[in-house]
């Protein structure tokens, strides 16, 4: 299993920006992705997760400003982001859940990660 993110940079506040995931080796439209982040000496946190496209969930700290979305056929998952503010500050992993009916926020419920974009928000 393969997950390639990108999509990240270098923004001002209030910018917007989109990630995505690009996911190989499974059968990416049965199982549910998330993504999440890490700012610079903190620890991993969940940002969202989506199994079929009317089932997502998000950190209550981007809820509102950030949605994401999946193309099964296209096996790719995308993270867009608006009202983008500095403490948005961190790298950001996609994660693919081998679990179908729930969603997964916790990262011990993935079990593929990808290597990460960097978002940077400047204020």
């Known amino acids: 299993v393969q997950l390639q993110a990108s999509g990240g940079g270098l923004v001002q506040a209030g910018d917007s920006l989109r990630l995505s995931c690009a996911a190989s080796g499974l059968t990416f439209s049965i199982y549910v992705m998330g993504w999440f982040r890490q700012p610079p000496g903190k620890e991993r946190e969940f940002v969202a997760a989506?199994?079929?496209?009317?089932?997502?969930t998000y950190a209550d700290s981007v809820k509102g400003r950030f949605a994401i979305s999946r193309d099964n056929a296209k096996n790719t998952v995308y993270l867009q982001m608006n009202s983008l503010k500095p403490e948005d500050t961190a790298v950001y992993h996609c994660a693919v859940a081998r679990k179908v009916g729930s969603l997964a926020v916790r990262t011990e419920e993935y079990d593929y990660w990808g290597q990460g974009t960097l978002v940077t928000v400047s204020s």
């Open positions: 989506i199994w079929r496209s009317d089932m997502s």
